[in-house]
């Protein structure tokens, strides 16, 4: 089974740009599709994108089309979240996860243990 390491996060003011890499470990990781979920403070944790196995599928909440963008690097075991025009209330911990297609947690299968991203006002 696949294990899941996230990297990337930190803190970024309003407006900033910040990509996070989410390194998988095994010869499985090309077979998964893949997600990031986040989770602020006092809130339960909510979908922000979703990658197929081949990268060539795409899906994103509303609240971050337009502004995030996700990809995978199937040759390095790897998928990374582009945030660009960040907004304070994309302050969370960014979890990436494995087995899934779409906003529903319970579809994936592996999870990693999170990288926080804080935006400055």
């Known amino acids: 089974q696949v294990q899941l390491v996230e990297s990337g996060g930190g803190l970024v003011e309003a407006g900033g740009s910040l990509r996070l890499s989410c390194a998988g470990s095994?010869?499985?990781?090309?077979?998964?599709?893949m997600g990031w979920f986040r989770q602020a403070p006092g809130k339960k944790r909510e979908f922000v994108a979703a990658?197929?196995?081949?990268?060539?599928?795409?899906l994103y909440a509303d609240s971050v089309k337009g502004r995030f963008t996700i990809s995978r690097d199937n040759a390095a075991s790897t998928m990374y979240l582009q945030m660009n025009s960040l907004k304070p209330e994309d302050t969370a911990v960014y979890y990436c996860?494995?087995?899934?297609?779409?906003?529903?947690?319970?579809?994936?299968?592996?999870w990693g243990q999170g990288t926080q991203v804080t935006v400055s006002s």
């Open positions: 996860a494995a087995g899934g297609m779409g906003p529903i947690e319970q579809d994936y299968d592996v």
């Open positions: 095994g010869r499985t990781f090309s077979t998964y599709a």
């Open positions: 990658i197929s196995w081949g990268g060539r599928r795409t």
